[in-house]
């Protein structure tokens, strides 16, 4: 049995595929099998695969398109590996990544899913990064994905459980099963940059953004839901906003944002879904960064009104307001 089964589905990526495939198969963890699905490409995706030759792979190709979400649950169905990664037909994941995450998991036997830092490439080079904290992520998701999709590394012990893609997102499907997941066991990510994820104005979330942001918003609503907080439709319009980091045309929409803080921190004193102190930190770390990334002097300076003129909250904003700057600078380094 091979230790690690990456499972890929693929649809019209002739221009990428055989980048995204070597980067796997040439990867310094050599126990692996790789299942690739090609959902009925129209271009020279299925040759392509079909020319490999190695072992390791396991190709198949669906006569009619079925859609990601049903081809990654085939490739979990038949994943034999004690670890199941996820890699996508336009992504490169660098020489270690594999030998990383599996080395990750072995040091963190309570973690069942876990992706790493990214960065991107195509047509920006932004890298993503957040803190290897699994209560910090799984609070986090209330308004955001937390783990790029194909950074996923789990147990293949969570699909033995019942653990799967709900077939009914056709978009965000990751989103949705890593939440789920993350309710009842741990996840973490490997803080290094493991994966180089291709920007560009095919994927999903530039071809089907609505459908992509309305699938996000159906997790959300299921989160909230499940803390028992409640929203009116004007404050679910906030949430979106929040969860989308759109600067508003009005400061006042970063008071709603308060006031959605205070619903969920109220309503987890029953539910005791998340500790409290990190929950209500972590909700006011994601306000502050999306007050400080609108860039608005107007906004900025409303900030310690916003706040409550609260030191602690101040001190919050700046550390913060840090935070994004050396982003910036590492980001540039990294260029």
């Keep these: 049995m091979p230790k690690i089964s990456v499972i890929m589905s693929t649809y019209n990526e002739e221009r990428y595929i055989a980048d995204a495939v070597g980067s796997i198969l040439g990867q310094t963890f050599r126990d692996l099998e790789f299942i690739i699905i090609d959902d009925a490409s129209t271009d020279r995706t299925p040759e392509i695969l079909e020319s490999i030759n190695d072992s390791r792979v396991i190709f198949h190709r669906n006569p009619e398109n079925l859609g990601l979400t049903v081809n990654l649950n085939r490739a979990l169905k038949e994943a034999k590996g004690e670890f199941i990664a996820r890699m996508d037909g336009d992504d490169i994941s660098r020489p270690k990544r594999l030998e990383k995450q599996l080395h990750y998991m072995d040091a963190h036997p309570d973690v069942a899913l876990a992706g790493c830092d990214t960065k991107n490439f195509g047509q920006n080079g932004l890298i993503w990064r957040l803190k290897d904290d699994p209560e910090e ?199």
């Design 137 to 335: 992520l799984r609070i986090r998701m209330l308004l955001h994905p937390v783990l790029a999709h194909p950074t996923f590394f789990m147990r293949r012990s969570l699909t033995e459980r019942g653990f799967c893609y709900d077939e009914s997102f056709r978009t965000a499907q990751d989103y949705d099963l890593a939440s789920r997941i993350a309710k009842s066991e741990k996840i973490g990510r490997v803080p290094e940059i493991l994966l180089d994820y291709r920007v560009h104005e095919k994927q999903v979330s530039s071809v089907d953004p609505s459908g992509q942001s309305g699938n996000a918003k159906r997790v959300r609503d299921r989160l909230f839901s499940e803390i028992g907080a409640e929203l009116t439709p004007e404050l679910t319009d906030v949430r979106e906003q929040w969860a989308a980091e759109i600067c508003p045309g009005s400061a006042g929409v970063f008071y709603e944002a308060v006031r959605i803080i205070g619903l969920i921190t109220e309503a987890n004193k029953k539910s005791r879904i998340h500790e409290d102190a990190k929950l209500e930190k972590t909700l006011k770390k994601m306000l502050c960064t999306w007050l400080i990334r609108t860039k608005n002097p107007d906004h900025l300076k409303e900030a310690p009104s916003i706040l409550g003129h609260s030191l602690y909250d101040m001190t919050v904003f700046a550390g913060e307001g840090l935070r994004t700057v050396k982003e910036k600078c590492l980001n540039r380094i990294c260029h």
